[in-house]
């Protein structure tokens, strides 16, 4: 751990939109450093390494939130507020006519493509076009993830049964929606990433 090179980062003021851009341009800071709050000997060697003064907590929920129902993702929230600095919950889809009609195109594009990549392999080419099987569940499967993805309205509300509180304050910068709850700030912002009908969501929190 200790020849690895970290590179701190901070969210700025500018918002939701710079951190995606230096989650996407993450291979030109280097290599990471990663302790881990639950793998034995990492504490030590956090502070070993000089971590635990300048170090935050930071929590990636990616394409992974949406699989929570509201009791447990009050609780995984709750531990989120309570034990970290910042966190983003990103998701490739959302519930708008859009995202589930390209949800359902999914079937009959692996029918036009998985002969292209797996004409070597038997079996599934088998359960693409003799049974339809992986067709269907990969469809299936983006379609339920569509209708189980929350808004950032419906996330803020988890966040506000954590807390307790209604919003004290809500606007709008130039980024995407922009609120504030207790000591912390949250912002969202949408953003395309297959043309044309699929987006990305991305919830994104800081304290204060």
């Known amino acids: 751990m200790d020849d690895l090179q970290h590179e701190s980062f901070s969210p700025s003021q500018e918002g939701t939109r710079k951190y995606l851009r230096v989650i996407a341009n993450v291979h030109e800071h280097g290599r990471f450093s990663v302790i881990s709050a ?42 989120t507020l309570e034990t970290s600095d910042a966190f983003a919950i990103i998701e490739l889809q959302d519930r708008r006519i859009g995202s589930l009609f390209l949800m359902l195109l999914e079937f009959w594009l692996l029918l036009a493509i998985t002969v ?24 299936f499967d983006g379609f339920v993830s569509c209708l189980r993805t929350r808004t ?13 509180v209604q919003s004290n304050m809500h606007g709008n910068d130039s980024n995407g929606d922009v609120t504030q709850r207790k000591s912390w700030q949250f912002s969202h912002v949408r953003a395309l990433h297959t043309w044309p009908l699929g987006y990305m969501e991305v919830t994104f929190g800081r304290r204060d």
Do not use: M, N
């Not at 292209?116 to 088998?126: G, P």
């Not at 950032?152 to 307790?164: A, P």
């Open 116 to 139: 292209l990549w797996f004409w070597h392999d038997q079996l599934h080419l088998l359960l693409t076009y003799g049974l339809p099987i992986l067709p269907f569940v990969h469809s």
């Open 38 to 79: 639950t793998t034995t000997g990492d504490k030590a060697a956090a502070l070993k390494a000089g971590y635990e003064s300048k170090s935050k907590v930071f929590r990636l929920f990616c394409l992974s939130f949406h699989h929570f129902d509201d009791p447990t993702a009050r609780r995984v929230l709750k531990s």
């Open 152 to 164: 950032f309205d419906e996330t803020l509300r988890l966040v506000e049964d954590v807390q307790g």
